[in-house]
């Protein structure tokens, strides 16, 4: 079974740029998360999707970030314009819902450095 | 409001040594608990995890973890490590959204081991 796919998997830009990340679940995983992991932090939540509706932004910046997950597979991330503190490792999970033991399979994240 | 504490930063272990991680996490019902490991450039695997019941929980890779809920605390243990278990571990509390559970995660405890 294909695992959670991220691309970029590194990004380098200038502050006040914009920049996407692409995420492709695990097929049939209805719910999609992203996270954003700053060095030396545990991951902490942006956005949550159950199907192609929202669940969770609670804790996206939502004046720079936005996420869509227009046809309930795919979704990008999208940062502008990017600050110095976005610097980060964005992880991309999906799951499957409705079962109380389900468990999030995590991609293996995009590396962004805003210089 | 949850919250996770790992109180050690940087554990070092020789290979074949016994290991025990720390974990203590703060929330106000039962907490659904979980660990993860994190390898260099992959994404966060789940090794275990506790809804409820048997509060000796047996995970992937020989690790297992205890829910003490006198002590508020849910340490990782392996009798026996290996060169292989290098790597950032996670605990993590779950709260119920949407069907599927977030972690708050702490900020991790990162395992040295020496041959």
């Known amino acids: 079974e294909a695992g959670v796919a991220q691309s970029p998997r590194y990004k380098i830009i200038e502050k006040r740029q914009s920049v996407a990340f692409w995420c492709n679940p695990i097929s049939g995983h209805a719910t999609l998360y992203w996270y954003q992991q700053i060095l030396g932090q545990g991951p902490k939540l942006l956005i949550q999707?159950?199907?192609?509706?929202?669940?969770?932004d609670s804790q996206l910046p939502k004046d720079r970030f936005s996420a869509e997950r227009l046809k309930g597979v795919d979704s990008t991330l999208k940062i502008q314009p990017a600050k110095l503190e976005d610097s980060a490792v964005y992880l991309c999970a999906s799951s499957f819902p409705g079962q109380q033991s389900e468990t999030q399979y995590f991609g293996p994240g995009t590396r962004l450095l805003v210089l | 409001a949850q919250s996770v504490t790992q109180p050690d930063i940087h554990i070092t272990v020789s290979e074949g040594a016994s290991l025990e991680l720390r974990c203590n996490y703060s929330?106000?019902?039962?907490?659904?608990l979980f660990w993860y490991v994190q390898s260099p450039g992959q994404g966060l695997q789940l090794l275990l995890k506790?809804?409820?019941?048997?509060?000796l929980v047996q995970g992937i890779k020989g690790f297992e973890a205890e829910f003490k809920r006198s002590q508020s605390s849910f340490n990782l243990r392996k009798p026996s490590v290996h060169w292989s278990d290098a790597a950032e571990y996670f605990c993590?509390?779950?709260?119920?959204?949407?069907?599927?559970?977030?972690?708050?995660f702490g900020r991790g405890t990162s395992l040295i081991v020496h041959p």
């Open positions: 993590a509390v779950g709260h119920a959204s949407g069907g599927s559970y977030i972690p708050t």
């Open positions: 506790y809804f409820s019941g048997d509060t």
């Open positions: 999707f159950q199907n192609n509706g929202v669940v969770d």
């Open positions: 929330y106000g019902a039962t907490p659904y």
